[in-house]
């Protein structure tokens, strides 16, 4: 059973930094896609950062470029997003979300499995 567990999220002030990461079990996690998502609220939730199966596919969205870096460990099935100079805007709920194979997509719908997500709150 695909399963996973994000952790790392907080309360920072402005111009701070977080780590995230997600825990993968219950498959092979070498063999897929994986992203980390936001959604704040009253808004649509939204693609951060993307990394296909074999890492030839990298997407950051345009408001996190130069901020956020998203890794992967396979050996250790978990996934890391590096979030510096933290702004208020990027406050949300963050999620890590997966799909099978090679996936050169960012957008949410795409997405089989996700995990349950970690608060971000960015404020003085």
């Known amino acids: 059973q695909v399963q996973l567990v994000e952790s790392g999220g907080g309360l920072v002030q402005p111009g701070g930094s977080l780590r995230l990461s997600c825990r993968a079990s219950?498959?092979?996690?070498?063999?897929?896609?994986i992203g980390w998502f936001r959604q704040a609220p009253g808004k649509e939730r939204e693609g951060v950062s993307c990394l296909s199966s074999n890492g030839g596919y990298r997407f950051s969205a345009d408001s996190v470029k130069g901020r956020f870096t998203i890794s992967r460990d396979d050996d250790g099935n978990t996934v890391y997003l590096q979030m510096n100079s933290l702004r208020p805007e990027d406050t949300g709920v963050y999620y890590c979300?997966?799909?099978?194979?090679?996936?050169?997509?960012?957008?949410?719908?795409?997405?089989?499995?996700w995990g349950k997500g970690t608060q971000v709150s960015v404020s003085s």
């Open positions: 979300a997966t799909i099978f194979g090679y996936r050169s997509t960012c957008l949410a719908p795409d997405y089989d499995y």
């Open positions: 219950g498959f092979k996690f070498t063999y897929y896609s």
